[in-house]
Structures are given as C-alpha cells and as structure tokens.
C-alpha cells in the first residue's frame, strides 16, 4: 500500500470552464459542510448552545424580517441589473454553472444548506463576537468572486449587514437564514428559467 503524503495534494485555481457538474457540486457541499462546522465550533467555544442559537421562534414574526429584507434585497438587485454593466455584476459564471440545469428541488435544497451553514458561522458566531460591522466585512471577503469589482462587493457587504439588523431586531437567526434562502432560491430559479426560455 503507497503511503499518502499530505506534500502530494496541488491546490490550483480552475476556471469555470475546467468545473466539471460534479467538481461543482462536491465543492459546494464539502464548504458549506466546513462553515456549519466552523460556525458550530465557534458557538461551543463562546460557551454557547448552538441549540439556543438555531430555537425555532413561537412568534412567526421573524418570517416579515425576513421576507420583508427579502423583498427589499430582490427589487435593488432588480435595478441593479438596469443600471450597472453586466460585467461589473459578473461573479465568473459560477452561479450560472451551479443553477442553469439543476431540478427545482435541488435548487432549494441548496439554497436551504447554504443560508442555515453561512447564517449560523456569521450571525450566529461570528456576529456575537464581533457585531454586524465587522461581520458583513467578512462576509464580503468570504464571497471572493465578487471582489474583482467594488459594487458588487459593497452589496454583499451591505446585504450581510441587512442580515445582521434584522437577526438583532427580530431576537432569531431564523430572520436572516429565511431572508438567505429566499434571495438564494429565487436567484436560481430565475437563472435556471431564463436559461429554459
């Protein structure tokens, strides 16, 4: 049997074009599996229950913060896209390659695991130790494929600092992860069925 040497691994950048359906998707998963644990770790060593963090509300009223940031985030976006060059809003095709074939289902699935993953490491660990600031700094830094171009950083930035306000006001992380998987899940379908059409 060889002996696996961690020397032995390359990491090189692929572009788009080299992602293979499956490549995508492993890593996809193998991240967001990696923020969940990260986030779960950060919570345990704050000396926190990540099962208090993730208490589902008895009030529904989380669902208006977060439908309501959902509306609001999904109509700049809109206008977005008529006022700033396509190019600058480009995020190298990655969304494009992850959503344009994927079934509805899987769209949502992905949509789900990734605003539970990404909402529980930034506002339910990394919000509490640092507040919303310095958290959406992060978060904009995380979402590297954005970086090339200042707008589409400073929305990302201001989006997470949206999702930040409203985990605050509405006292649940359940506000930004439903705000998360609706701007995520309306972002594919919409990719996918404008590639259909």
Known sequence: ????????????????????????????????????????????????????????????????????????????????????????????????????????????????IVSICEELLFRGAVQYAFGPYWTSILFAVIHVRYLRHWIPTGWVFASSYGLGLIYIHSGTIWAPILCHFIIDLFSGLVIRYRRES
């Open 1 to 112: 049997m060889k002996k696996f040497k961690f020397g032995d691994i390359k990491v090189r950048k692929a572009t788009p074009e080299q992602l293979t359906d499956r490549l995508l998707l492993v890593n996809l998963y193998f991240t967001q599996g990696l923020t969940l644990i990260i986030g779960l770790v950060w919570i345990l060593l704050q000396k926190r229950n990540p099962f208090h963090v993730l208490n589902f509300p008895e009030s529904g009223h989380f669902a208006a913060w977060g439908l309501g940031l959902a509306v609001i985030m999904l109509v700049v976006d809109f206008v977005l896209t008529y006022i700033v060059p396509v190019e600058t809003m480009d995020d190298g095709g990655i969304n494009e390659l992850l959503f344009r074939n994927r079934p509805v289902w899987h769209i949502a699935l992905i949509a789900a």
